[in-house]
């Protein structure tokens, strides 16, 4: 999940991984464009990203909001409804509105 949040350009300075090949290597600089794994703040940053997602699109997918604030942990959704076809569908697209991609584990049981 983290891998699919975008860094605003201007932010990307501040997450920058710096690289040497060899002793007499040129150094160089990479800017990360996405919310690099295993830094401090990335929890936060996907969570925070998930729930202001939610809120932006809350009244196109009511089914799927509760499910996103309620029941999702990091990169985890665990839930459950009557219509899996709806609320599965409803998730993917919610999802997919801000640019994420759901990878369904289990649908049924």
Avoid at 70 to 90: N, P
């Amino acid at each position: 999940m983290y891998r699919q949040i975008l860094i605003e350009p201007g932010h990307r300075d501040l997450q920058c991984i710096v690289w040497k090949v060899g002793l007499n290597a040129e150094v160089l600089t990479y800017r990360l464009k996405p919310v690099m794994y295993g830094i401090s703040n990335a929890p936060f940053l996907v969570i925070r990203t998930l729930q202001q997602s939610v809120q932006d699109e809350k009244l196109r997918f009511p089914l799927t909001s509760e499910f996103l604030l309620l029941d999702a942990y990091m990169g985890d959704i665990m839930s459950g409804a009557s219509d899996l076809e709806t609320s599965h569908q409803q998730l993917r697209d919610a999802l997919h509105s801000c640019r994420m991609t759901l990878h369904p584990i289990l649908l049924s049981c």
